[in-house]
């Protein structure tokens, strides 16, 4: 998410979520941390959307939340899936629908929309002209020479508004680390066609829930080998009903089938479409790998993953490749098969862009810390003053003063935790207390204690969730904490919450001292 302000006036660009990782336990998604905008909500003008994945559009209902009429600009296929998740947060907005080529002014700004390829139809670029200086915000995108949609990156566009004068240019910084030009969405079909030639059962292909030009790949493989589709999912339904309504999924009709009539067919009449090729715990293909869900995987099924590899999730693709592979499956992955490819310009596309471009300042968006740095460098050989190329980390405030871009400040920006139903409310201090949970375990400590005689009145009583220790070992923390009353000023004994701490802390001091583990402990300490 990216906030621009002029003549006190505000442009959101983007709006996505970002999705957990293992050491965020119970945590759905992630929000952009809109603190900074809601005391200055009713100068928000509009929110573009470059297009409609996830990590783009996800935040939309909760900042919507906040203010319902912030208008909403996008392609079609972009405002047909945020109408989508709005609908389910009974919300209706105000969208403005525009296409490439199209300009649109919100406030003081004026848009100018380009048409660039990813991953998804529709993607737009923005240009973004102000008093200030002209902006280009790229979105996520690639040069794709091929795209199944021949819905090129319109460079011609881009070589205008460099005539014009950028002042300053957001690139898409995913894949600045890869030399050389993405290839091709069509270039992966002879490795799909193989998949579908040679399974002898049932294919199961997971993938986004909103990568149309992949699933249409998979259609157009499964009609030729003469097996039909079923739709797993309610994301992966909703999405494509809505792709396939707006023209953007062409689909042969008698294709796609309800799922359920599919187990009526034979196996190699069988394509199953659904969610989960980030190893998500809750979605359809790692209910499958884990048994709990209603499709069950057999000898013979292959599994095909064509999705990419996200930072911070190959712990868990791995352990579910694993699993899949334990219930028979053969599984065909990017790490086997050229069966995906990147929907973010590789390091060429990027240098050709900034030659075309000529901005006067770059700041590289959208990646992980690498990828911004390594965008940056790309810049800097292309001429870009060192200087004049800014790496802003979240919250970071930039000014673009007479055609010049610095660092003038920051604003808070931390993560927001939707939880259930919840947002906000789990902080980092409740993710610590849960993966002290995941990791180590509970440890109820009973005790009744003779605060005259400062002594336990009876035994220890113990009841442990996820703990593993010897019955010797508790009754020595027993005699451990017997020890410590005994030493315990009297001031300290008489006084509830006090007695309280000083059981814990004894138990905790000889469970990690004799076992090395160092569970949650809770201490209810009962008077004699």
């Known amino acids: 998410m990216t906030v621009f302000e002029h003549e006190g006036k505000l442009l959101v660009v983007d709006c996505g979520v970002l999705f957990p990782e293992d050491h965020q336990p119970g945590v759905d998604v992630i929000l952009p941390d809109f603190a900074s905008l809601r005391d200055r909500l009713g100068d928000v003008v509009g929110i573009v959307l470059t297009h409609g994945h996830e990590d ?8 919507l939340r906040e203010r319902r009429d912030i208008p909403v600009i996008g392609s079609r296929l972009t405002l047909a899936f945020v109408e989508a998740k709005l609908k389910e947060h009974r919300i209706t907005p105000t ?12 406030g003081p700004f004026g848009l100018e929309f380009i048409a660039v ?3 998804i139809p529709d993607g737009l670029a923005v240009a973004i002209r102000t008093a200030a200086g002209l902006v280009l915000h790229t979105g996520d995108f690639k040069m794709d020479q091929f795209p199944l949609d021949d819905r090129i990156t319109d460079l011609r566009h881009f070589a205008r508004l460099g005539e014009e004068g950028v002042d300053l240019f957001l690139t898409d910084s995913t894949n600045a680390e890869v030399p050389g030009f993405t290839l091709s969405e069509q270039e992966l079909s002879p490795a799909i066609d193989q998949v579908f030639a040679t399974a002898p059962r049932r294919i199961i292909v997971s993938s986004f829930a909103s990568h149309v030009h992949r699933i249409q790949q998979i259609l157009d493989a499964a009609s030729t080998h003469g097996r039909k589709v079923g739709f797993v999912g309610r994301s992966m339904v909703r999405n494509m009903g809505i792709a396939r309504d707006l023209g953007y999924l062409n689909v042969p009709r008698g294709l796609v089938v309800d799922a359920q009539k599919l187990e009526s067919m034979p196996d190699d009449k069988v394509t199953l479409i659904c969610t989960g090729s980030q190893g998500e715990p809750m979605a359809a293909l790692a209910r499958m790998a884990n048994g709990d869900h209603q499709i069950r995987l057999a000898e013979g099924d292959t599994v095909l993953l064509a999705s990419s590899l996200i930072p911070g999730n190959e712990t868990a693709i791995y352990g579910l490749i694993n699993k899949l592979t334990d219930r028979g499956a053969r599984v065909v992955h990017k790490g086997n098969a050229k069966v995906h490819v990147s929907g973010h310009a590789s390091a060429g596309e990027l240098v050709y862009c900034y030659n075309i471009v000529r901005p006067r300042n770059v700041m590289p968006v959208h990646g992980e810390s690498k990828h911004l740095r390594a965008n940056a460098e790309l810049a800097i050989r292309t001429g870009v003053p060192a200087d004049r190329v800014v790496i802003a ?3 970071v405030a930039v000014d673009l003063v007479d055609g010049e871009a610095t ?6 920006a931390d993560y927001v935790y939707v939880d259930g139903q919840t947002v906000g409310h789990a902080d980092e201090q409740t993710l610590d207390e849960r993966r002290a949970l995941r990791d180590n375990g509970v440890l109820t400590v009973v005790a009744i204690v003779d605060v005259p005689g400062a002594r336990l009145a009876e035994p220890l009583e113990f009841v442990g969730r996820g703990v593993a220790v010897s019955p010797e070992t508790l009754q020595g923390v027993t005699r451990d904490v017997e020890q410590a009353l005994g030493r315990a000023p009297r001031e300290e004994l008489e006084d509830v919450d006090r007695l309280d701490e000083l059981v814990r802390k004894a138990v905790d ?20």
Do not use: M
């Open 407 to 412: 660092i003038a400040g920051a604003v808070q």
């Open 117 to 119: 390829n990813h991953s």
């Open 95 to 106: 969208t403005v629908h525009v296409e490439a080529g199209d300009t649109h002014t919100a």
């Open 56 to 63: 783009h559009i996800g935040g939309v209902p909760y900042l």
């Open 509 to 528: 001091r000889s469970l990690r001292r004799k076992t090395r583990q160092g569970p949650v402990v809770i201490a209810v300490v009962v008077e004699a």
């Open 393 to 395: 980390r979240d919250g």
